[in-house]
């Protein structure tokens, strides 16, 4: 393992232990999905996170982070990211982004999905929708040799192609690996042909962040959860992954993002499963 520009180069093995903790990642999410309902409370969504983390001999990203005191972060409505999981009971028609984070050997998976309460509005449906195939765009756009804003610009220009939605700016994608947050950061939004060039052994989270609204945003009291400044809902759907010669292999996708690949007419490059 080397750096370069201070981006953290992953060998096969390396990248194989970060598939050992995406699995993880995946299917506590698969299993939060599940258990997403209203009159559940944030605080217990994290008690399950929690333990299917555990027991699945892997450790918490987020737990202890800087003082952070969930095992996932539980957004509602117009909270963007970091949200504490807590008290604050579910009720029907609510949004909520689920961010979750396992470390195994040494190696972190870090994803988030947004899961409807219930009869929620088409407009939150819609939200949800157009922000993770944006993620999925980005994949797509992933190339060897290319440069991490095509990633950016295929996220952003399948947004604005679909809808009039905020394109948080101020929280973006970032490296992965041996840490939960490492350089590059990915921005969801720009120009493409920028950046670093995208190879082998590099692993990205990508994260993108949409609102109602604008995207103009602020921290509350608590020093973690971020909220729209206008009130109105947002998503926040991610994925960490690698790029092989084959193609993106999305290591905290149970199946490695072969069917939302295959859907785009991209192969996927898995090094295992």
């Known amino acids: 393992m080397f750096r370069d520009r201070g981006i953290e180069i992953k060998t096969r093995e390396q990248i194989l232990a970060m598939r050992k903790a995406g699995l993880v990642v995946g299917r506590t999410l698969e299993l939060l999905r599940g258990q997403v309902k209203a009159g559940i409370s944030t605080g217990e969504l994290d008690a399950i996170a929690e333990d299917n983390i555990r027991s699945s001999g892997a450790t918490p990203s987020f737990?202890?982070?800087?003082?952070?005191?969930?095992?996932?972060?539980?957004?509602?409505?117009?909270?963007?990211v970091h949200g504490i999981p807590g008290?604050?009971?579910?009720?029907?028609?609510?949004?909520?982004?689920?961010?979750?984070?396992?470390?195994?050997?040494?190696?972190?998976?870090?994803?988030?999905?947004?899961?409807?309460?219930?009869?929620?509005?088409?407009?939150?449906?819609?939200?949800?929708?157009?922000?993770?195939?944006?993620?999925?765009?980005?994949?797509?756009?992933a190339r060897l040799g290319g440069r991490l804003t095509?990633?950016?610009?295929?996220?952003?220009?399948?947004?604005?192609?679909?809808?009039?939605?905020?394109?948080?700016?101020?929280?973006?994608?970032?490296?992965?690996?041996?840490?939960?947050?490492?350089?590059?950061?990915v921005p969801n939004f720009g120009r493409p042909g920028r950046g670093p060039k995208l190879v082998e052994g590099?692993?990205?989270?990508?994260?993108?962040?949409?609102t109602l609204g604008k995207q103009d945003n602020h921290t509350l009291e608590d020093d973690w959860t971020v909220v729209t400044d206008d009130g109105r809902s947002a998503a926040h759907t991610e994925h960490s992954f690698t790029l092989t010669p084959q193609g993106p292999w999305v290591l905290t996708a149970i199946d490695g993002g072969e069917s939302k690949l295959a859907e785009l007419g991209v192969k996927f490059g898995p090094l295992a499963d």
Request: charged share 20%.
């Open 63 to 80: 737990k202890g982070y800087h003082g952070f005191t969930g095992s996932i972060c539980a957004s509602v409505n117009d909270e963007i």
């Open 202 to 210: 590099m692993a990205l989270a990508v994260e993108p962040m949409l």
């Open 150 to 185: 095509d990633i950016s610009a295929a996220i952003e220009a399948h947004v604005r192609a679909n809808s009039s939605y905020g394109i948080v700016e101020d929280f973006v994608g970032h490296g992965i690996g041996s840490a939960m947050h490492q350089p590059p950061n």
């Open 87 to 141: 008290g604050r009971v579910l009720a029907d028609g609510d949004l909520i982004s689920i961010d979750c984070g396992a470390i195994v050997d040494g190696w972190h998976g870090d994803a988030a999905i947004t899961v409807p309460v219930g009869e929620a509005a088409d407009e939150l449906l819609e939200l949800a929708r157009i922000c993770g195939e944006s993620m999925w765009r980005g994949f797509a756009a």
